[in-house]
C-alpha cells in the first residue's frame, strides 16, 4: 500500500465510525415524559421447557438401577 493511501483510509474509518456512533447515539433519542412514565408490562409466564410424566419417571428409575 503506498503511503498516500493510508491518511485517506484511516480517515474514512474514522468517519465510518464517527457516523456509526452518532447513529446509535441518535437512535436512543429523547422520548416524550408520558412514555417513560408507564409502568412497565408484567412479564408473560415462562413456558413450561420439561415436565415430569409417567414415561420420563420410568425412565429415570432405569438410569438408576
Do not use: C, I, Q
Amino acid at each position: 500500500m503506498t503511503e498516500s493511501k493510508k491518511p485517506a483510509r484511516r480517515t474514512f474509518l474514522a468517519g465510518l465510525l464517527t457516523g456509526a456512533g452518532a447513529v446509535a447515539a441518535l437512535s436512543r433519542g429523547a422520548r416524550p415524559a408520558a412514555a417513560r412514565a408507564e409502568a412497565p408490562a408484567p412479564a408473560p409466564a415462562a413456558p413450561v421447557l420439561y415436565r415430569r410424566t409417567e414415561d420420563v419417571e420410568r425412565y429415570y428409575r432405569t438410569l438408576y438401577r
